[in-house]
């Protein structure tokens, strides 16, 4: 599905560009040739597009869906949300193999975030109504880990907070 929305989007993109470098032409070819100003000009456009694209796709590596896909063979923990609590299928987590959540929604949408013990943001994933949303991640450090709710759920989403133990070789 995101993979898909993924391609969607890229092919939408192409097509977008491909107008505009169409219709750049087209107006190109209009007059005489380009001044040294215009010239300047549209090397200054397309410099700084090529920029702005190595900067997008520097900072989204690596792709967040393949990161947060898991793989077969990885602990899997199932997480239910619902209003207002967090259901865990299992609250001993092994410390340094990549864990899977696979994150479900009782009713409405909720945030899965999880926090370290310092209160640190970790990482967060949406349960969603019908889909079975999954974030992967390696724990370094054994402790007590803290999920909280994202997302505005009703009256007691402050209160949709519980606890799980990363275990050294759970
Ligand atoms: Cu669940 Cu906010």
Not at 54 to 60: G, I, K, N, Q, T
Not at 71 to 100: C, E, F, L, M
Request: charged share 10%.
């Amino acid at each position: 599905m995101q993979a898909a929305a993924l391609v969607v989007s890229l092919v939408c993109m192409a097509v977008v560009a491909l107008a505009f470098i169409l219709a750049a032409r087209a107006a190109g070819g209009a007059g005489q040739a380009a001044s040294h100003t215009e010239r300047r000009r549209m090397q200054l456009i397309v410099g700084l597009a090529v920029i702005g694209v190595a900067v997008s796709l520097a900072s989204m590596w690596p792709w967040p869906h393949a990161a947060q896909a898991g793989s077969a063979g990885q602990p899997t923990i199932n997480v239910t949300g619902g209003q207002w609590y967090w259901r865990i299928d299992n609250v001993s987590v092994p410390r340094g193999v990549p864990v899977t959540f696979n994150v479900r929604t009782a009713d409405v949408t909720h945030g899965f975030g999880v926090a370290d013990a310092d209160g640190r943001l970790l990482f967060q994933v949406q349960a969603m109504p019908g889909y079975v949303n999954r974030v992967a991640w390696t724990f370094d450090k054994p402790g007590t880990y803290r999920v909280v709710c994202l997302e505005y759920c009703g009256v007691a989403h402050h209160a949709m907070l519980t606890q799980f133990t990363v275990e050294e070789g759970a």
